[in-house]
C-alpha cells in the first residue's frame, strides 16, 4: 500500500483528500501544514504528498523548496486557490510535479497521483519487476523464473515496499508503522524475523538482496540492472 501525506490546514478539505485517497486504496497521512508534515516524514517512509499552497506556519512553496534542497525526490502535487500563472510557475519553480487550482475535482485528483507515481517508476498495477522477479500486490505473488510463491501478506507487503525503492534505507520504525500500522503492539523484533523469513525463502533468488545497515535498518540491492 503506497502512503499519501495530506498537508492541508482547512480539516474539510483535508478528510476529504484522505478519503477519496483511502478509497482508491492508498494509506493517508494528515498534516495541518508543512511544519507539521515535516515532523510526519520524520516518523514514516511517504510515497507522495498532496500540499496546499497557503498554509500557517510553512506554507506549500517553502516545504516543497526545503524537501528538493534536501535532495529529497518524492512527488509533490500542489493544490491552491491562486490560478495566476506567477502562481504556476513559482510552484513549479520550487519542485513540485504538478499543480491543481481549487476546487478540486476529487477524481482527477485521484488519476494525478496515479500518474505521479507511475512517473515515480512505481507501477500503476501494483507489478514490480526486478530481473527475472516479478512482483504481484493484487495476487501477493513473487515468481521467480517458473516458480512461483505465495507470500503470507506481511512478508509480500514488507518486500514489495523494499524492492520499490531498491538502495532506500528503511529505519525498522519506519517499516513497522508501514506494515504494521502506528498502532501495532508488536516490537521491532518482528521485522527481524520477517526479514529473516524473506532472506531464506529468497536465497537463491540471484535478482536482489536484503541488506542491514548496521545502526539504520534495511535495504534492497538489485543485483541486475
Known amino acids: 500500500m503506497f502512503t499519501i501525506l495530506v498537508a492541508e490546514d482547512n480539516g474539510d478539505m483535508r478528510e476529504l483528500f484522505c478519503t477519496v485517497l ?13 511544519l507539521d508534515a515535516l515532523r510526519k516524514m520524520e516518523r514514516e517512509f511517504v510515497d507522495l504528498i498532496v500540499a496546499d499552497i497557503m498554509m500557517p506556519g510553512m506554507d506549500g512553496y517553502e516545504l516543497t523548496r526545503m524537501l528538493r534542497e534536501a535532495k529529497c525526490e518524492i512527488p509533490i502535487l500542489m493544490v ?6 506567477y502562481d504556476l510557475q513559482k510552484g513549479f519553480k520550487s519542485g513540485a510535479d504538478d499543480y491543481m487550482v ?12 496515479e500518474a505521479l507515481l507511475r512517473r515515480a517508476r512505481i507501477s500503476s498495477d501494483k507489478k514490480i519487476l526486478v530481473g527475472s522477479t516479478e512482483l504481484d500486490y493484487d495476487s501477493l505473488t513473487v515468481r521467480t523464473g517458473d516458480k512461483e510463491k505465495v507470500l503470507p501478506p506481511k512478508e509480500f507487503y514488507l518486500l514489495y515496499k523494499l524492492l520499490s525503492y531498491p538502495n532506500k534505507i528503511f529505519t525498522r520504525p519506519q517499516l513497522m508503522d508501514e506494515i504494521w500500522g502506528m498502532d501495532s503492539e508488536t516490537d521491532e523484533r ?13 536465497a537463491d533468488c540471484p535478482d536482489f538482496d536484503i541488506v542491514t545497515v548496521r545502526g539504520l535498518g534495511y535495504k534492497a540491492v538489485k543485483n541486475i540492472e
Do not use: M, S
Not at 102 to 113: D, S
Open 80 to 85: 491552491t486557490a491562486k490560478d495566476q500563472f
Open 22 to 34: 483511502a478509497e482508491a486504496g492508498y494509506r493517508c497521512v494528515p498534516a495541518v501544514d508543512g
Open 190 to 202: 518482528t521485522v527481524n524475523t520477517h526479514i529473516n523469513r524473506l532472506r531464506e525463502r529468497f
Open 102 to 113: 481549487k476546487p478540486v475535482n476529487v477524481r482527477e485528483l485521484v488519476l494525478r497521483v
